[in-house]
Nanobody, 123 residues
Framework: VQLAESGGGLVQPGASLRVSCTAS????????TGWFRQAPGKEREFVSA????????YYANSVKGRFTISRDNATHTAHLEMNSLKPEDTGVYYC?????????????????WGQGIQVTVSS
């Protein structure tokens, strides 16, 4: 399975941005897609996740109410819609995939990873 992120960029505080993760290859191996981010000098942290079969969604407290994750089964793409962006949302955003039914908030549960995409929120 290969994962490819798209849609990052530079936006001002309060703006919106959507990042997407498209899977290719043995996409049936991916039961959950997660988004993680890493800010400069910090550890990578969980942002959001979605289950492909039933669409259960999971969010970090820091983004709940501002970010929305969704999936498009036809294109094997997971979208992360980010609203009311703050400077602290800046970082490299990674999408990850797994077939495991475990702790979707832990990066140890994932074994497919994208290259990452930069999101910068700055005035």
């Amino acid at each position: 399975v290969q994962l490819a992120e798209s849609g990052g960029g530079l936006v001002q505080p309060g703006a919106s941005l959507r990042v997407s993760c498209t899977a290719s290859g043995s996409t049936s191996d991916v039961a959950y897609t997660g988004w993680f981010r890493q800010a400069p000098g910090k550890e990578r942290e969980f942002v959001s996740a979605i289950s492909w079969r039933v669409g259960f969604t999971y969010y970090a407290n820091s983004v709940k109410g501002r970010f929305t994750i969704s999936r498009d089964n036809a294109t094997h793409t997971a979208h992360l819609e980010m609203n009311s962006l703050k400077p602290e949302d800046t970082g490299v955003y990674y999408c990850a995939g797994t077939s495991r039914v475990g702790n979707v908030r832990s990066e140890a549960n994932y074994y497919y990873w994208g290259q990452g995409i930069q999101v910068t929120v700055s005035s």
